[in-house]
């Protein structure tokens, strides 16, 4: 099964991405945890990541594209993947559609965790990550509107998306997302 995660930062993708791969026994591929490794470990692609990471920006589509297509190609991803925040615009929706149709693959279910912007920036605000600044948060919110929120058009055309109200108790999200899973994955 391969599952994509929606949401705007602060949505509690990371909290319930992990909670779901355990209950489906998936692997998961977090972008953003991948980044953050490469910036840890000073590699080519954390030092070109960081600059954009840190402004609130997204990481130019082809450096995702390539990172996540060589993730997918690893063998823990053959028995199932959740994607959290991949894709994140359009041509990333694109390349990953195009990635798993040479494999006949597809995306089984698109996921949104949809939460009322004030809960996220408090949210965001507690978790004190050094790129969970008021100014940068409003900026990652923008960015969301602008260039990740077209996805939900994208999938919802092609029958693959569920929305999940994401304002609620972890237990609570994760219940919601599991009746949403069982729906399409019987
Ligand atoms: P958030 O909690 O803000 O959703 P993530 O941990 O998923 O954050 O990602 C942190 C940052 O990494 C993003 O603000 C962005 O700069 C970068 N990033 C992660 N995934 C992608 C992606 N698919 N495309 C472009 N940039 C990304």
């Known amino acids: 099964m391969l599952v994509v995660f929606i949401g ?19 692997t998961h ?5 991948m980044f953050r490794a490469a910036i840890q470990d000073e590699t ?14 997204l990481v130019p589509d082809q450096l995702v594209v390539s990172m996540v297509a060589d993730a997918l190609g690893n063998p823990p991803c053959n028995s199932g993947c959740l994607l959290d ?7 990333q929706a694109e390349a990953l559609d195009q990635m798993l149709d040479a494999e006949g693959k597809k995306v089984d279910l698109a996921l949104e965790l949809n939460v009322d ?5 408090d949210r965001l605000l507690a978790r004190k990550r ?16 602008e260039q990740t929120s077209p996805l939900l058009n994208y999938y919802r055309e092609r029958g ?6 994401g304002d609620g108790t972890v237990d609570e999200v994760h ?6 899973v069982a729906e399409k994955n019987p």
């Open 175 to 180: 219940q919601q997302i599991l009746a949403e």
């Open 85 to 91: 925040g991949f894709p994140r615009s359009l041509p």
């Open 44 to 57: 080519e692609l954390g030092v070109q990541a960081q600059e954009y990471i840190n402004r609130g920006e």
């Open 29 to 33: 591929l977090s972008t953003g945890d």
């Open 117 to 121: 912007e004030k809960v996220l920036i």
């Open 160 to 165: 693959q998306l569920r929305t999940v109200n």
């Open 130 to 145: 050094p790129d969970d600044t008021i100014d940068t948060i409003h900026h990652r919110l923008q960015v969301y509107r």
């Open 8 to 26: 705007p930062p602060g949505s509690g993708k990371g909290t319930q991405a992990n909670q779901l791969c355990q209950h489906l026994s998936i």
